[in-house]
């Protein structure tokens, strides 16, 4: 005789039994005891969360010749639910029965009175592969339904229904079953079934089941004909192609130290072993968070996969800012999953641009920032300079930045919190630096740039930091427009404090005489493609000249003066005193 699932098994026989979904049971529990029972009943949810059981529970409870307990288990319909053989109680699978023949059959008996217990009721599960003629059908008894007649409706995916068979219905919800709750009852089960179990093992698997609780027990079947109902975390790894949280451990810290060669034959063994690299991805992106939890608040309970230990030991190596950078470029760079070829080369890929600091993009392309989000600049005037023959601007690759040395990993990341008023660069204020620009200019600066990362030092290192993310993308005799495919990182260069210090920075470490303008990849191919129409149409706009920061402006400056430095005088009015 086959064994049965733990699934089945175990399946709650009463509304006390039932895992999660605490307003559910209480609805139902509610309703049966005064009487209350609607005709029809919509139950929604992922898989595994408790629909077709609870349907069960409520079709016993109805019948049951004890209200005041149903359903008890004892009466003689609450027998008959138990065994399949209620004959008021009849189940249907709309997966396999989608014609409205099988529909207009189930309604001609619906009509007919109950055989045994009080009322009819008729599950239907997967309600929602019905056709559409089997659908009008239904929806016409639901509208005058057959006395002592109650519809059950169970369905994972409710948007595909007729809003007019939701609207009949009394809809319940079903929530992922919590990790905690699915874990207990793991436990719980395992002690019953004699079988060992690790608690960490029982957390994997509730981790693995994603809120539903029928995965959950079918998995630790599976891992206890494997284990021989010994159920360990190293086994779950293995039956999976999960990694071990110290393996995660260590490829974080390769990454942050530049051990390329470590860092490799890591990734090369997960290939091997069949791991699943996008599952790695998150458990990466579990564990960083932690990390960044730990080290600014120092609270060991508010972290879900860390030990104290573990997450001392990734702080020895990397910052705050340094976790919070590989974390957001991996859980961006998960999209390369779905498109690429080899998820081990798009792994690769990902890891070594983070080992490296290059300054490629590590993710796919995102969509920019709100626009409503504006970047700053400083003053501009007017006073026309003569033009000379100009050049379309071109986006050419980034130089590849040197190998970060291990010894300033921590530091790898700048603060990018954006001004509190960021100003746009607006595209025609772009268009009239660009008229300054030339290649010449951008091929020397490009080069002083290249030798920038030598000049780290304890007081410079976040202007290197900050512009390493950044590639020069025209460059003139007053100005360097950076491009960066962050905003945040534009809203930091243009913050016009920061951006007198990086003038500063430019000026003495790197002999550059230039002021910087920070904006994103997009608004630059913008310009640039109005640029070429107007350069066509002979129709290019005056070159603004940028006015340089100066001691004697730092020693006037004033609230006006900043604000006017920030917005310009064309597009400020001062009211009042």
């Given at each position: 005789?086959?064994?049965?699932?733990?699934?089945?098994?175990?399946?709650?026989?009463?509304?006390?039994?039932?895992?999660?979904?605490?307003?559910?049971?209480?609805?139902?529990?509610?309703?049966?005891?005064?009487?209350?029972?609607?005709?029809?009943?919509?139950?929604?949810?992922?898989?595994?969360?408790?629909?077709?059981?609870?349907?069960?529970?409520?079709?016993?409870?109805?019948?049951?010749?004890?209200?005041?307990?149903?359903?008890?288990?004892?009466?003689?319909?609450?027998?008959?639910?138990?065994?399949?053989?209620?004959?008021?109680?009849?189940?249907?699978?709309?997966?396999?029965?989608?014609?409205?023949?099988?529909?207009?059959?189930?309604?001609?008996?619906?009509?007919?009175?109950?055989?045994?217990?009080?009322?009819?009721?008729?599950?239907?599960?997967?309600?929602?592969?019905?056709?559409?003629?089997?659908?009008?059908?239904?929806?016409?008894?639901?509208?005058?339904?057959?006395?002592?007649?109650?519809?059950?409706?169970?369905?994972?995916?409710?948007?595909?229904?007729?809003?007019?068979?939701?609207?009949?219905?009394?809809?319940?919800?079903?929530?992922?079953?919590?990790?905690?709750?699915?874990?207990?009852?793991?436990?719980?089960?395992?002690?019953?079934?004699?079988?060992?179990?690790?608690?960490?093992?029982?957390?994997?698997?509730?981790?693995?089941?994603?809120?539903?609780?029928?995965?959950?027990?079918?998995?630790?079947?599976?891992?206890?004909?494997?284990?021989?109902?010994?159920?360990?975390?190293?086994?779950?790894?293995?039956?999976?192609?999960?990694?071990?949280?110290?393996?995660?451990?260590?490829?974080?810290?390769?990454?942050?130290?530049?051990?390329?060669?470590?860092?490799?034959?890591?990734?090369?063994?997960?290939?091997?072993?069949?791991?699943?690299?996008?599952?790695?991805?998150?458990?990466?992106?579990?564990?960083?968070?932690?990390?960044?939890?730990?080290?600014?608040?120092?609270?060991?309970?508010?972290?879900?996969?860390?030990?104290?230990?573990?997450?001392?030991?990734?702080?020895?190596?990397?910052?705050?800012?340094?976790?919070?950078?590989?974390?957001?470029?991996?859980?961006?760079?998960?999209?390369?999953?779905?498109?690429?070829?080899?998820?081990?080369?798009?792994?690769?890929?990902?890891?070594?641009?983070?080992?490296?600091?290059?300054?490629?993009?590590?993710?796919?392309?995102?969509?920019?920032?709100?626009?409503?989000?504006?970047?700053?600049?400083?003053?501009?005037?007017?006073?026309?300079?003569?033009?000379?023959?100009?050049?379309?601007?071109?986006?050419?690759?980034?130089?590849?930045?040197?190998?970060?040395?291990?010894?300033?990993?921590?530091?790898?990341?700048?603060?990018?919190?954006?001004?509190?008023?960021?100003?746009?660069?607006?595209?025609?204020?772009?268009?009239?630096?660009?008229?300054?620009?030339?290649?010449?200019?951008?091929?020397?600066?490009?080069?002083?740039?290249?030798?920038?990362?030598?000049?780290?030092?304890?007081?410079?290192?976040?202007?290197?930091?900050?512009?390493?993310?950044?590639?020069?993308?025209?460059?003139?005799?007053?100005?360097?427009?950076?491009?960066?495919?962050?905003?945040?990182?534009?809203?930091?260069?243009?913050?016009?404090?920061?951006?007198?210090?990086?003038?500063?920075?430019?000026?003495?470490?790197?002999?550059?005489?230039?002021?910087?303008?920070?904006?994103?990849?997009?608004?630059?191919?913008?310009?640039?493609?109005?640029?070429?129409?107007?350069?066509?149409?002979?129709?290019?706009?005056?070159?603004?000249?940028?006015?340089?920061?100066?001691?004697e402006t730092e020693k006037e400056e004033t609230p006006e003066d900043r604000v006017l430095a920030l917005f310009g005088k064309e597009n400020v009015e001062i009211i009042g005193g």
């Amino acid at each position: 005789m086959a064994k049965t699932a733990l699934y089945q098994k175990y399946r709650s026989g009463t509304f006390e039994e039932v895992v999660g979904q605490e307003y559910v049971v209480r609805s139902i529990k509610n309703a049966v005891k005064t009487g209350k029972i609607g005709h029809a009943y919509l139950f929604c949810g992922p898989r595994g969360t408790g629909k077709t059981t609870m349907a069960r529970l409520l079709a016993k409870s109805v019948n049951c010749t004890n209200p005041e307990q149903a359903p008890c288990g004892v009466c003689e319909n609450c027998r008959a639910a138990i065994n399949g053989t209620h004959p008021d109680i009849v189940e249907i699978n709309a997966a396999n029965e989608t014609h409205v023949e099988d529909i207009r059959d189930l309604i001609e008996r619906s009509r007919l009175a109950p055989m045994m217990g009080r009322h009819k009721i008729y599950i239907i599960d997967e309600v929602h592969q019905l056709s559409s003629a089997a659908s009008s059908a239904l929806l016409k008894t639901l509208e005058e339904p057959p006395e002592n007649v109650i519809f059950i409706l169970a369905t994972t995916d409710p948007q595909k229904l007729l809003p007019t068979i939701i609207s009949r219905c009394q809809r319940f919800d079903f929530s992922k079953v919590k990790k905690n709750q699915i874990t207990n009852h793991l436990l719980s089960i395992a002690e019953k079934e004699g079988i060992g179990m690790e608690p960490a093992a029982a957390e994997m698997i509730a981790v693995l089941a994603d809120g539903g609780m029928r995965d959950a027990l079918s998995m630790m079947d599976q891992c206890a004909s494997y284990t021989g109902d010994q159920i360990t975390l190293e086994a779950i790894d293995q039956i999976y192609g999960l990694a071990t949280t110290r393996e995660k451990i260590d490829l974080i810290k390769n990454i942050m130290t530049s051990n390329l060669e470590a860092m490799l034959a890591q990734i090369s063994t997960y290939e091997e072993r069949g791991i699943d690299l996008q599952r790695f991805t998150d458990g990466m992106i579990d564990i960083l968070k932690d990390t960044v939890i730990w080290q600014n608040t120092h609270k060991s309970e508010l972290m879900k996969v860390l030990t104290l230990e573990e997450a001392e030991e990734i702080t020895e190596t990397a910052d705050s800012q340094s976790c919070m950078h590989v974390a957001e470029s991996m859980l961006l760079a998960k999209e390369r999953f779905k498109t690429a070829t080899s998820a081990v080369s798009a792994f690769e890929v990902i890891c070594l641009s983070l080992a490296t600091g290059s300054r490629q993009p590590v993710t796919v392309t995102a969509q920019p920032a709100s626009r409503s989000a504006e970047r700053a600049q400083p003053v501009q005037t007017e006073r026309p300079v003569q033009r000379t023959a100009p050049q379309a601007p071109v986006y050419s690759e980034p130089v590849p930045a040197e190998p970060k040395p291990a010894e300033i990993r921590k530091e790898e990341t700048v603060q990018i919190t954006p001004p509190r008023e960021p100003v746009r660069i607006s595209q025609e204020k772009i268009i009239q630096l660009l008229v300054q620009c030339s290649k010449s200019h951008k091929v020397k600066d490009e080069a002083a740039f290249v030798d920038m990362r030598s000049r780290i030092s304890l007081e410079n290192r976040k202007y290197v930091l900050m512009l390493q993310d950044c590639v020069i993308g025209a460059s003139g005799e007053d100005c360097i427009v950076m491009i960066t495919k962050a905003q945040p990182v534009a809203n930091r260069i243009n913050d016009p404090a920061m951006n007198r210090e990086l003038y500063e920075f430019t000026k003495t470490q790197m002999n550059i005489d230039k002021i910087i303008f920070a904006i994103t990849e997009s608004d630059f191919r913008e310009a640039s493609a109005q640029f070429r129409i107007l350069m066509r149409d002979n129709n290019l706009p005056e070159a603004c000249k940028v006015e340089k920061y100066t001691e004697e402006t730092e020693k006037e400056e004033t609230p006006e003066d900043r604000v006017l430095a920030l917005f310009g005088k064309e597009n400020v009015e001062i009211i009042g005193g």
